[in-house]
């Protein structure tokens, strides 16, 4: 099976701007989560969304949103972009159903952001 | 709430000598955890899970984990590393939600 993916790998915008992230899961994943990793506040969760719906949220302002499409793939965006949103963002996917395990996320390479 | 604690932010380590990487997490509900690890310019990689049943359990690449529910804790161990095992190691809990809640990481060196 393929791996989970996510586009652009490297990105680099201006402050102001707003951006748009692409993760497509691994086969058969209904569930996607969004981390953000930077060297001062680590891995911090974003939102997953799972069949569409948004399903769990962290604590992020409201400039940071996502969505899921009817194939799981999801996208992020990030509106009115600042320095400090210069970061790697992480989808991972997972198929979300404790009796098969899946309790498992799967990490995509990520993309790295940075706003100048 | 949740909260993950890697007491280690950075582990220097001789080749082929032990390694244990320290984690203890605090939560007022029963949890999962897992250890992940990430190379440089990559994504994480799951090493090894704790979901029930046998405190003791073991991953990929030879190493290994066990959870103590008393002393709330989840150190990964490996008994001989090796320079490839080079990385920086996070451990995380889940709740009943699905998302995951990290600690700050610890770097292991691998030194010749």
């Known amino acids: 099976k393929a791996g989970v993916t996510q586009t652009p790998r490297y990105l680099i915008k201006t402050r102001g701007q707003q951006v748009t992230l692409s993760c497509s899961p691994i086969s058969g994943h209904r569930s996607v989560s969004w981390y953000q990793q930077t060297p001062g506040q680590g891995l911090q969760f974003l939102f997953e969304?799972?069949?569409?719906?948004?399903?769990n949220k962290g604590n992020f302002p409201g400039r940071f949103s996502g969505r899921q499409f009817s194939n799981s793939r999801s996208e992020m965006n990030v509106s009115t972009l600042e320095l400090g949103d210069s970061a790697l963002y992480l989808c991972a996917s997972s198929f979300s159903s404790l009796t098969s395990g899946g309790y498992e996320q799967y990490f995509g390479p990520g993309t790295r952001l940075t706003v100048t | 709430a949740q909260s993950v604690t890697q007491l280690d932010s950075q582990v220097p380590v001789f080749e082929e000598a032990p390694v244990e990487l320290r984690c203890n997490y605090s939560s007022s509900v029963s949890v999962y955890l897992f250890w992940y690890v990430q190379y440089p310019n990559q994504g994480l990689q799951l090493l090894l899970k704790?979901?029930?049943?046998?405190?003791l359990v073991k991953g990929i690449n030879g190493f290994e984990a066990e959870f103590n529910k008393s002393q709330t804790s989840f150190h990964l161990r490996k008994p001989s590393v090796h320079i490839s095992d080079t990385a920086e190691y996070f451990c995380?809990?889940?709740?009943?939600?699905?998302?995951?809640?990290f600690g700050t990481g610890t770097r292991l060196t691998v030194i010749p």
């Open positions: 969304y799972f069949s569409e719906t948004q399903r």
């Open positions: 995380a809990v889940k709740t009943g939600a699905n998302n995951l809640f």
């Open positions: 704790y979901l029930s049943g046998s405190t």
